[in-house]
T-cell receptor
């Protein structure tokens, strides 16, 4: 069963706290992504990972960093969260033209 | 600058009616185009992918067209059901490999009423 799993699904953090969003996939895909989705906008690419320890900035990397130490696991880290990072975060993995998305993590920074 | 424009932004139809969603894009190159369905609070689920210069696909009550010359795609939903209520997102891939980028539209919110 092809699946991308995100944890947690919902998270509330105070401004300045650190945030860890986790993503796992069971398809051995090399490429994984982190996106954020805000109302009225298309998904925006934060980071892309081509394999273990092979990560590249996307279009909006500022304020975020990532970690990929195993192929099946990709983490998004917010050091000192800001209120404008309140959003829904999606992880995805892909192989050629196929792409699979997780169910998203709704992060609220207060 | 937005490279994938979807219209309408939102649409209300009665159950059983047909509807058409539009996607215009300026992404170059345009290797493929995919339509996703996103239920409220959920992830994106792929409905169909179009690849050829002029392509057509069909997946149950969903059918789609792509014209790469016009950089235009349509998604047709036939005999809508209440469960079709969702946001439909058009995504253009500029390559068919992991080196490519996906370009997302903001989505069309479809509401199906009884």
């Amino acid at each position: 069963d092809m699946k991308v799993t995100q944890m947690p699904r919902y998270l509330i953090k105070r401004m300045g706290e650190n945030v860890l969003l986790e993503c796992g996939q069971d398809m051995s895909h090399e490429t994984m992504y982190w996106y954020r989705q805000d109302p009225g906008l298309g998904l925006q690419l934060i980071y892309i990972s081509y394999d273990v320890d092979s990560n590249s900035e996307g279009d909006i990397p500022k304020g975020y960093r990532v970690s990929r130490k195993k192929r099946e696991h990709f983490s998004l880290i917010l050091d000192s969260a800001k209120t404008n990072q309140t959003s829904v975060y999606f992880c995805a993995s892909s192989l050629d033209r196929e792409v699979f998305f997780g169910k998203g993590t709704r992060l609220t920074v207060v | 600058k937005t490279q994938v424009e979807q219209s309408p932004q939102s649409l209300v139809v009665r159950q059983g009616e047909n509807c058409v969603l539009q996607c215009n894009y300026s992404v170059t190159p345009d290797n493929h185009l995919r339509w996703f369905k996103q239920d409220t609070g959920k992830g994106l689920v792929s409905l169909t992918v179009l690849v050829d210069q002029k392509d057509k696909t069909s997946n149950g009550r969903y059918s789609a067209t792509l014209d790469k010359d016009a950089k235009h795609s349509t998604l047709h939903i036939t005999a809508t059901l209440l469960d079709d209520t969702a946001t439909y997102i058009c995504v253009v891939g500029d390559r068919g490999s992991a080196l490519g980028r996906l370009h997302f539209g903001a989505g069309t919110q479809l509401i199906v009423i009884p």
